[in-house]
């Protein structure tokens, strides 16, 4: 039997988190980042660890909200859920008092753990399957699971598009959704969908938090979905875009390769912060932009691929 979470969708709106990294728990602790409300770990990486790191992680979660992120349940596999990892997920859940627990719509492997996000088919079988998991695994934990929209480049099969399958997945399941906004933005481009028109058919009752990161552009024009660079233009415009569509919702800058310095980061959660209070602003006034922002969120992604075609070439 699943409950709901602490907070889930009355969740504080005018918020921004930042994924924590180890390297970062001396500066945090000593100089708390402006503007950060909540911080996000793979429960996985803290499981079990305790001395200097598990005191400043404790230490942490006392004062701010922390969020979990699973990287390894496989939730969409073949092989049986980890009913021990569940449990200790559930545990450390509990000392941190977390108020969201999230995990990937893809499996990592069967037999062995591939550190990889594989894709699922875009079916009525997987989302079949993958739904029934997603209830047992809920029922284990006694908390509903956000589940995230993932990257990919190939699927093994496809009837149905990638919105109709993450909905229909949230509804047979009874799930929440972690939206990732970069996400939407380099699969509507690798895969040529409209970003705006996905966003429009996702459930807002189910969206308990978003993601937002940088990617990475081959030379031949795919995106590489790496959280390893600043955010760019079309993916800023998408966010306020999402939050027209979905309203405010707390957001996580996702940055987990090419760290820079903390004050870098700061820029990048000061923008978060900037959007969403500008949203809040003109909601309040009734100002709210529609088609004109959309138009500005698709010039500005014309201009984005224009530039990345120049610099191929």
Not at 41 to 70: D, K
Not at 249 to 269: K, W
Request: charged share 20%.
């Amino acid at each position: 039997m699943t409950t709901n979470l602490p907070f889930n969708s009355n969740a504080p709106t005018l918020e921004v988190g930042l994924g924590l990294r180890r390297a970062m728990m001396p500066d945090i602790h000593d100089n708390p980042i402006e503007g950060v409300g909540f911080f996000e770990v793979a429960p996985e990486n803290w499981i079990n660890i305790g001395g200097r790191f598990g005191r400043q992680l404790r230490q942490c979660s006392e004062r701010n909200p922390l969020y979990c992120h699973g990287l390894s349940l496989s939730i969409g596999g073949t092989a049986p859920l980890n009913v021990a990892l569940l449990k200790e997920i559930k545990t450390f859940l509990t000392l941190h008092q977390s108020p969201v627990y999230s995990e990937h719509l893809s499996y990592t492997g069967d037999d062995g753990q591939l550190y990889d996000l594989l894709p699922l088919p875009f079916t009525e079988e997987a989302v079949h399957h993958v739904a029934k998991r997603i209830r047992q695994a809920q029922d284990i934990l006694e908390r509903k699971i956000a589940i995230e929209n993932v990257s990919y480049y190939l699927v093994p099969q496809q009837t149905m598009s990638e919105a109709d399958f993450l909905c229909a997945v949230l509804e047979e399941a009874d799930c929440d959704l972690l939206l990732d906004v970069n996400n939407v933005y380099v699969n509507s481009v690798n895969h040529n969908y409209d970003a705006l028109q996905f966003l429009q058919l996702m459930p807002a009752e189910r969206v308990s938090y978003l993601h937002i990161a940088g990617h990475f552009v081959e030379p031949d024009g795919v995106i590489i979905d790496t959280h390893g660079a600043d955010i760019v233009d079309p993916v800023w415009a998408l966010l306020d875009e999402t939050y027209h569509l979905m309203g405010l919702r707390p957001t996580l800058l996702e940055r987990d390769f090419n760290l820079p310095e903390l004050q870098e980061l700061h820029l990048e959660v000061a923008q978060i912060q900037k959007a969403q209070q500008q949203f809040s602003t003109q909601s309040k006034s009734g100002n709210l932009v529609g088609h004109t922002q959309q138009l500005n969120f698709h010039d500005i992604t014309r201009k984005e691929e224009h530039e990345s075609t120049n610099l191929s070439s």
